[in-house]
């Protein structure tokens, strides 16, 4: 898959887990980020993706000013996109996560996720209930930005 189908991609994908307003490879004329994907639920939350496609590009994406100074980027909760296999956990920000992408012979693309948290459905009786796992990282690393970032109020 191409950088913009991942992103396409990623957009419906941010839109079924719960961020109903969903944009793909944005630009803007005010801000200098230009998130390849960005997703707002209706808590005014945010989620912000960024695809990289090579290690090049993820290696550049650390000299941008907002990454330097996260509270001056865009997104409550981060994440890089990647195919499968590109980058280690090790490599990704405090605060970040990693998921990949998968797509094999022409089947419908999978999502894992590397580093981050990883929402499972546990069945207790007659009711489910979500049950969280943080792969990678721990709860504050995954707390980081949206600690930072969820205080609407300032």
């Known amino acids: 898959m191409t ?7 990623a957009a ?18 005010i801000h200098g980020e230009q998130p390849d994907v960005l997703g707002v639920n209706c808590w005014s939350h945010s989620i912000l ?20 100074n996260p509270k001056m980027g865009i997104g409550d909760r981060r994440v890089y996109l990647t195919p499968k296999g590109l980058l280690k956990p090790e490599e990704i920000p405090y605060g970040w996560e990693l998921w990949e992408i998968d797509q094999k012979d022409g089947k419908k693309p999978r999502l894992k996720i590397i ?13 489910s209930t979500r049950v969280y796992e943080y792969v990678n990282c ?3 690393e995954y707390k980081h930005f949206a600690g930072m970032k969820n205080d609407k109020t300032s």
């Not at 419906?12 to 004329?29: D, E, H, L, Q």
């Not at 993706?49 to 994406?61: H, P």
């Open 138 to 140: 721990d709860v504050d």
């Open 115 to 127: 580093k981050g948290r990883l929402e499972k459905r546990a069945q207790g009786g007659a009711f």
């Open 12 to 29: 419906s994908r941010v839109k079924r887990m719960g961020y109903p307003i969903a944009f793909a490879n944005m630009t803007s004329a």
């Open 49 to 68: 993706i960024e695809v990289k496609v090579s290690r090049s590009d993820f290696l550049a994406d650390k000299k941008k000013p907002w990454r330097a």
């Open 3 to 9: 950088h913009d189908e991942i992103a396409a991609w």
